[in-house]
């Protein structure tokens, strides 16, 4: 086992197991939806807009320390985002409040190399479950909301055509 699998496995073992709460949300954009703006800090302080990522397709994946799929996808997405990232995929892995503190997660963020998000500013809930996947397409629409992990075939099947699809044309400026 690698460093940085052994780092991730390590880091979330550390959490204490608690049941998610499943409550459907009538708030969540939905597929086929403009984007909603976001805002986000990341654990480094380093603040991204959506308006900053126009034009690239982003996943957004809510996770938390203690669910068992989160653990899983967290280091296929990890990789998935070190290979993808050149071709247009940004990836921002949100903790949950209910996850440990973000201080004992350090070393886990650390051997990332997706970004590692404190806190998100914008209407984009957890669905009826963790993890919650959202997946914005470079038109800036919703492609993908969703409770439940990621599978290599799912990722593939999900973002492969969407990071083919060309970059639109930025707005034009308003005069």
């Known amino acids: 086992m690698g460093v940085v699998m052994r780092s991730l496995v390590v880091a979330l073992l550390l959490a204490v197991a608690l049941p998610a709460v499943a409550r459907p949300r009538t708030d969540a954009p939905k597929v086929g939806d403009v984007a909603p703006p976001f805002n986000l800090t990341l654990v480094d302080g380093t603040k991204v807009s959506s308006d900053e990522l126009r034009g690239q ?9 203690w669910c068992a799929p989160c653990r899983e996808e967290l280091p296929l997405l990890d990789a998935y985002y070190a290979i993808n990232q050149p071709h247009g995929l940004r990836v921002f892995a949100i903790t949950s409040q209910d996850s440990v503190p973000l201080g004992r997660l350090k070393k886990l963020f650390a051997s990332m190399k997706m970004p590692s998000v404190r806190k ?3 209407r984009y809930p957890v669905l009826e479950g963790m993890p919650t996947n959202y997946i914005i397409d470079r038109s800036g629409h919703i492609r993908h909301a969703k409770a439940g992990a990621f599978t290599l075939n799912s990722l593939n099947d999900l973002l492969v055509p969407m990071l083919n699809e ?3 044309p930025a707005p034009a400026a308003a005069p």
């Open 120 to 122: 998100i500013e914008g």
């Open 166 to 168: 060309p970059v639109p």
């Open 57 to 65: 397709v982003i996943v957004l994946n809510f996770w938390a320390t």
